[in-house]
């Protein structure tokens, strides 16, 4: 059963820094994509940032381009999220999804994403 697992939420003043981290139980993730997305109070969910495990290839939203980092750690099977200059706009439930590879789609087809994690909350206030 493939299964996804967020950590590293917390609060952090403005300006400061958060890594996310997602487990991967149950699937290897070098035959997936993987993305993080997030959900604020009243607002629908969307696509932050998401990773082509097999190639490295990234792609990022605009209101997080140079502030986010995404990457992964194979032999840990698990993908990060560097938040850095942080801010309270950025304040959301932040979670990571899975979905298979394909030719047909960049990583950044948000619709494509099938296999969620909890969720981990992220609030940015001073």
């Known amino acids: 059963q493939l299964q996804l697992v967020e950590s590293g939420g917390g609060s952090v003043q403005p300006g400061g820094s958060l890594r996310l981290a997602c487990a991967a139980a149950g699937f290897t993730l070098e035959n997936y994509v993987i993305g993080w997305f997030r959900q604020a109070p009243g607002r629908e969910r969307e696509g932050v940032s998401c990773l082509e495990i097999s190639d490295g290839d990234t792609n990022y939203a605009d209101y997080v381009k140079g502030r986010f980092t995404i990457s992964s750690d194979s032999a840990k099977n698990t993908v990060y999220l560097q938040m850095n200059s942080l801010k309270p706009e950025d304040t959301a439930v932040y979670y990571c999804?899975?979905?298979?590879?394909?030719?047909?789609?960049?990583?950044?087809?948000?619709?494509?994403?099938?296999?969620w994690g909890q969720g981990t909350q992220v609030t940015v206030s001073s």
């Open positions: 999804a899975a979905a298979s590879r394909s030719i047909f789609y960049g990583c950044d087809t948000w619709r494509r994403y099938n296999t």
